[in-house]
């Protein structure tokens, strides 16, 4: 993850060593068993940010990350109907785009994948949203924005539905000037951001204005890797629904799932 960061800030090689260094000071002074990998990829990514002076690594990255996602977006969403269950299971195919991975190898997952959940507590989200009066949709990479365009809108149906982004950039999280590269704005409606530059959240860093956002709302729509590993370990009350493809073999063992299984758990 260091060395693909530092290769996207900055062409100059003395810059990228310097950035990698420090990085990896990070890494071997934080990275130990038990910590949330969050915790040490956020100062990671802020200190080569700083080193190399670009404040948005993968921005060509989630260029054509978007472009791609567009693409397959309309390749396949006349496939899914109009249903909860149905634009879960579309919310969820947006979660298999992946900055660590080949675009032509997504895009074929993306075309050739008949979506089954491995944890699927898909039935139980349409009465969640429509017992609620107020939800955030926590959304995840940049190329999503499409997929999740049509679950979002429907919750608002029922609900006053907040989507929620990232401030800054890091990695290839959705930040609201990804959402205008997608032309996506008007259709995204009501945005809010966490108040942060980190995977998933870390509530510590999060604006006052998120945290309270988080604490009123009657249910909470999590998209991706990042927001499971940050919040799972809260009390569960079924508040909270994880919606996500387990892409590492951590978060894989934690759900008990096999690699590379999609999940839509309540929590």
């Not at 947006?94 to 959940?117: S, T």
């Not at 989200?125 to 924005?145: M, P």
């Amino acid at each position: 993850m260091a060395d693909q960061a530092c290769a996207l800030a900055s062409g100059d090689v003395a810059l990228r060593q310097e950035a990698r260094q420090k990085a990896g000071k990070i890494l071997n002074q934080k990275l130990k068993p038990g910590v949330v990998s969050i915790h040490v990829a956020t100062p990671m990514h802020d200190v080569i940010k700083q080193t190399t002076g670009n404040p948005d690594p993968y921005r060509s990255t989630k260029d054509i990350e978007i472009d791609e996602a567009r693409k397959l977006f309309g390749l396949v969403k006349k496939s899914y109907k109009e249903d909860f269950i149905a634009y879960l299971r579309l919310a969820a195919l947006g979660n298999a785009i992946d900055f660590f991975k080949p675009i032509e190898e997504v895009k074929r997952e993306i075309r050739a994948l008949k979506l089954q959940f491995a944890i699927d507590d898909s039935a139980l989200l349409e009465s969640r949203v429509k017992n609620s009066n107020f939800i955030l949709y926590l959304a995840d990479n940049a190329g999503e924005v499409f997929f999740d365009m049509p679950l979002l809108n429907l919750m608002r149906k029922f609900a006053r539905t907040v989507y929620v982004v990232k401030e800054r950039p890091v990695q290839n999280d959705i930040t609201i000037a990804d959402i205008n590269k997608a032309g996506r704005e008007t259709e995204a409606g009501e945005v809010m951001t966490t108040g942060t530059a980190t995977p998933g959240v870390i509530f510590a860093l999060a604006s006052e204005e998120f945290k309270q956002a988080f604490e009123e709302a009657d249910f909470v729509f999590a998209k991706g890797m990042g927001y499971y590993e940050t919040l799972e370990e809260l009390p569960a009350h079924g508040r909270i629904f994880f919606c996500l493809k387990a892409k590492c073999g951590p978060v894989a063992r934690s759900l008990k799932v096999p690699l590379d299984s999609y999940v839509a758990k309540l929590h």
